[in-house]
């Protein structure tokens, strides 16, 4: 059940204290954020689309043009409903993405390091 339990509470840990020290120096209000709105999606689908197709262009093997097709609507059928659920639920939230990238440039340097498990080894 809690199988990446410390991966949680690791990543949870370093977003407390990126949060407590942006928040301390008052930059959270400077670093970009970014609204999921129509805007995003549009974007988002997009970009999703557009490398879709290069992966298809550079590794897939040459559909005829009637299978081409059906294969976008159905895989963008398929893939994409859960998407569309997911950011529409989330329509209207603003997050801090300067936030979630020191987070994650935290998160990769206290594991690979191996302080994560030097500092639970003193907490004992």
């Given at each position: 059940?809690?199988?990446?339990?410390?991966?949680c509470?690791?990543?949870?840990?370093?977003?407390?204290?990126?949060?407590?020290?942006?928040?301390?120096?008052?930059?959270?209000?400077?670093?970009?954020?970014?609204?999921?709105?129509?805007?995003?999606?549009?974007?988002?689908?997009?970009?999703?689309?557009?490398?879709n197709?290069?992966?298809?262009?550079?590794?897939?093997?040459?559909?005829?043009?009637?299978?081409?097709?059906?294969?976008?609507?159905?895989?963008?059928?398929?893939?994409?409903?859960?998407?569309?659920v997911?950011?529409?639920?989330?329509?209207?939230?603003?997050?801090?993405?300067?936030?979630?990238?020191?987070?994650?440039?935290?998160?990769?340097?206290?594991?690979?390091?191996?302080?994560?498990?030097?500092?639970?080894?003193?907490?004992?």
């Amino acid at each position: 059940l809690l199988t990446n339990g410390s991966d949680c509470l690791l990543h949870y840990m370093c977003s407390l204290c990126v949060a407590a020290l942006l928040y301390t120096l008052g930059a959270l209000s400077w670093l970009p954020t970014l609204t999921i709105d129509a805007t995003f999606m549009v974007v988002f689908f997009s970009i999703d689309f557009a490398l879709n197709c290069l992966v298809y262009s550079l590794s897939s093997e040459s559909f005829g043009v009637h299978r081409l097709l059906l294969h976008v609507v159905y895989g963008s059928f398929n893939t994409k409903t859960y998407f569309l659920v997911v950011l529409g639920s989330l329509c209207g939230y603003s997050f801090n993405v300067g936030l979630m990238i020191l987070t994650g440039l935290l998160t990769l340097v206290v594991k690979r390091y191996g302080l994560y498990q030097k500092t639970l080894r003193l907490c004992r």
